[in-house]
């Protein structure tokens, strides 16, 4: 035997909800969405700035890791 759709109704609870009227979004969802870019070029502008700035504190890790090796190598030469 099929069941049908209204024999499936009366096993399911009675839902409490807001009364069929639509959801307002939050002020939090509506800034996530404008914060968005919109167009490709807009997307290909973000990643290229985060891939430039993760690229930066790299070579500024490197350049502060070379300047600490150079720095301790002069003073064993004084010593």
Do not use: C, H, Y
Request: proline share 8%.
């Amino acid at each position: 035997m099929k069941s049908t759709f209204e024999d499936l109704l009366p096993g399911v609870p009675p839902q409490t909800g807001n009364g069929g009227k639509l959801l307002k979004p939050s002020v939090s969802d509506v800034k996530v969405t404008n914060s968005e870019p919109v167009t490709p070029i807009d997307k290909t502008t973000k990643n290229a700035k985060r891939v430039l700035e993760e690229d930066a504190e790299v070579r500024a890790e490197k350049t502060a890791r070379l300047k600490a090796a150079r720095e301790e190598r002069d003073a064993r030469r004084m010593d």
